[in-house]
């Protein structure tokens, strides 16, 4: 298993409803906080981002942060068929 760095997220095609990953990162991107900055990596069914809540968070709650910030995205419509894979 692989140990995912703070403020790292993955998130893979869970179903055939899922938009094409592409443009579901850039939904994701839309729905950060403005001065969170990123990087990303994204294959067709596979979508790592490196999120960096620095300007907002002080870093003993930066984990947290970016997990309550993806509960609350994977709650919008627009990414049905995505889920978060397990750290």
């Known amino acids: ?15 055939p409803e899922g938009a094409a990953a592409e443009s579901t990162v850039m939904r994701l991107v839309a729905l950060l906080p403005a001065r969170w900055t990123f990087s ?9 981002m490196l999120i960096d809540t620095s300007a907002d968070t002080p870093a003993a709650a ?6 309550d910030w993806l509960a609350r995205t994977l709650a919008d419509g627009s990414l049905r068929g995505w889920r978060a894979e397990d750290p």
Do not use: F, H, K
Not at 41 to 46: E, G, L, P
């Open 40 to 48: 990303q990596r994204v294959t067709d069914d596979r979508i790592t």
């Open 62 to 67: 930066r984990t947290e942060a970016v997990r």
């Open 1 to 15: 298993m692989n140990e995912r760095l703070p403020g790292e997220v993955v998130l893979v095609r869970a179903g």
